[in-house]
């Protein structure tokens, strides 16, 4: 009976420890599992960057992230913004292109949409070309158009003082703007946050995502004769082409600003958007857009 017993419990014994060294093995193997579905956090070279869950607006990445800097040419979202912010907007509207645009390209060495004086373009069209070759001139049409004034200087006062009133609106404590287009007079700022909630807010607007979006357009305007031209436009974004799921929104360069980029994509149901600032080249930015967007998907 006794050597019945023991043998009963050294039966218990051995069933013990391979049920613990089982434990043992089985948690090492979730421990492991766990650590390998956290990727490492991604280094980057622009100086500032933030991602988003567009959905929740949980972050998902972030570095320098409220650190105020130039933008460059990515201000134009909040000038798209604005735009299609107005009361009873007509996107079919015409605009008559100034020698004053095409001056103000000249003068500031500036990107441009080649728009031509004379020319009658659309309200829609300016959109495209705004954000596609990312046009100054466009930029200064829009302005033109939608700002309050009997000048025209007076009109882009009143337009850049909508732009600020817009972040002010969306609760940015870390965002100035003194231009329509990013070629500021020293106080046009914001911060990757800043700006990936402006690109976020913007891409509610049916309009604008249809825009930024696009890879190239052709676009038939006007001519002051009375006959029509074709623009053709491509997009500045060249993640659009090169990165699964993008759908958008800007790129952003100057001489302060250095190379930016606000980017948003959609996998599986998750819409990740975010920004990167200060980057040393348009081949850095892009590749730092792609470590951190890789990255955010997995989280």
């Known amino acids: 009976m006794k050597i019945g017993i023991k043998g009963i419990n050294r039966v218990s014994a051995t069933a013990t420890v391979a049920l613990t060294a089982g434990a043992v093995i089985a948690g090492s193997v979730f421990a492991s599992t766990a650590q390998a579905a956290t990727p490492p956090t991604p280094t980057i070279t622009a100086k500032g960057g933030f ?4 959905g929740t607006a949980k972050t998902l990445f972030s570095k320098a992230a409220d650190t105020r800097r130039s933008t460059g040419s990515t201000t134009k979202i909040m000038t798209a913004k604005v735009v299609l912010e107005q009361k009873n907007l007509n996107l079919d509207s015409k605009v008559t292109i100034q020698k004053a645009y095409s001056d103000y390209i ?33 930029a200064y049409a829009l ?23 817009s972040a002010k609106s969306l609760g940015l404590k870390n965002t100035h703007f003194d231009s329509f287009d990013g070629i500021g007079n020293g106080s046009n700022y914001s911060t990757p946050r800043d700006l990936t909630k402006i690109a976020s807010s913007a891409m509610k607007n049916s ?16 001519t002051k004769s009375g006959g029509y031209r074709y623009m053709s436009w491509s997009n500045t974004n060249t993640m659009l082409s090169s990165y699964s799921g993008a759908i958008g929104v800007k790129t952003g360069s100057g001489p302060t600003a250095k190379y930016c980029l606000v980017f948003a994509a959609t996998r599986n149901g998750k819409t990740v958007i975010g920004t990167v600032l200060s980057s040393t080249s348009a081949t850095t930015r892009t590749a730092d857009m792609k470590k951190i967007m890789d990255y955010s998907f997995k989280k």
């Open 51 to 54: 991602v988003m869950n567009n």
């Open 106 to 138: 000249v003068s500031k060495g500036a990107s441009s949409a080649h728009l031509i004086v004379g020319d009658k373009v659309t309200v829609r069209q300016l959109l495209y070309g705004l954000m596609l070759p990312s046009g100054c001139d466009a």
């Open 143 to 165: 302005a033109d158009k939608y700002g309050s004034g009997t000048t025209r200087a007076a009109r882009v006062k009143s337009f850049v003082g909508k732009m600020n009133a």
């Open 207 to 222: 309009t604008f995502r249809t825009v930024v979006k696009t890879k190239s357009t052709k676009q038939k305007v006007t």
